[in-house]
């Protein structure tokens, strides 16, 4: 079983900044790869960024391209999403989840959904105009 806590949300600014992060537990966490999906208030979830289980190759949104950046420390269980200069329109609940089955390379990353496996309770990103 493998437990994902996301942190770091909050209210800010529009043109502000905020890190989350998505601590990790239960598995070997540098042997899957990990993705970060947002969901605004009556809209679908939608696919913001992906890192592959060594942290090799990455892919973002381009919605965020050039704005947020996905990392990870697999020595600390942990994933990052740094957002910059944000908008008003990328508030909404941020989740990390976590490709547990499948077969994929060290560099192999995912941008749909139905690819992971485990979810974190998500985590509130509110950008005030």
């Known amino acids: 079983q493998v437990h994902l806590v996301e942190s770091g949300g909050g209210l800010v600014q529009a043109g502000g900044s905020l890190r989350l992060s998505c601590a990790a537990s239960?598995?070997?966490?540098?042997?899957?790869?990990m993705g970060w999906f947002r969901q605004a208030p009556g809209k679908e979830r939608e696919f913001v960024a992906a890192?592959?289980?060594?942290?090799?190759?990455?892919y973002d949104a381009d919605s965020v391209k050039g704005r947020f950046t996905i990392s990870r420390v697999n020595a600390k269980n942990t994933v990052y999403l740094q957002m910059n200069s944000l908008k008003p329109e990328d508030t909404a609940v941020y989740y990390c989840?976590?490709?547990?089955?499948?077969?994929?390379?060290?560099?192999?990353?995912?941008?749909?959904?139905?690819?992971?496996?485990?979810w974190g309770q998500g985590t509130q990103v509110t950008v005030s105009s």
């Open positions: 239960g598995r070997t966490f540098s042997s899957y790869p």
């Open positions: 890192i592959s289980r060594s942290g090799s190759s990455a």
């Open positions: 989840a976590l490709k547990w089955g499948g077969s994929y390379s060290n560099g192999d990353y995912f941008a749909n959904a139905s690819e992971y496996d485990y």
